[in-house]
Nanobody, 116 residues
Framework: QVQLVESGGGLVQPGGSLRLSCATS????????MRWYRQAPGKERELVAHITSAGGSTSYADSVKGRFTISRDNAKNTLYLQMNSLKPEDTAVYYCKATRFWSNYWGQGTQVTVSS
């Protein structure tokens, strides 16, 4: 059974940090590129960050570049998103996604709220 389980979300003050995790099971996640998406209330889901299967290449949305870092530990089947200098506009539900050719798997999401 394929599972992607996000964790690490919560309430944080502006300027603070959070580290999201996405634990995978039921498939060989090391063969998949991985992505973090987010969806704010009333907005479309947007791509935040991408990492290749071996972790050798990453890319980011302009809105988070320089503040967020995507990484992965294939030995632990886990994807991470380190979020620093958080802003209120980063408030959203964050989702991880595994993608390889026609196969796409999504997690259930974790809420991140940035507010004073």
């Amino acid at each position: 059974q394929v599972q992607l389980v996000e964790s690490g979300g919560g309430l944080v003050q502006p300027g603070g940090s959070l580290r999201l995790s996405c634990a995978t099971s039921g498939f060989t996640s090391g063969d998949y590129a991985m992505r973090w998406y987010r969806q704010a209330p009333g907005k479309e889901r947007e791509l935040v960050a991408h990492i290749t299967s071996a972790g050798g290449s990453t890319s980011y949305a302009d809105s988070v570049k320089g503040r967020f870092t995507i990484s992965r530990d294939n030995a632990k089947n886990t994807l991470y998103l380190q979020m620093n200098s958080l802003k209120p506009e980063d408030t959203a539900v964050y989702y991880c996604k595994a993608t390889r050719f026609w196969s796409n798997y999504w997690g259930q999401g974790t809420q991140v709220t940035v507010s004073s």
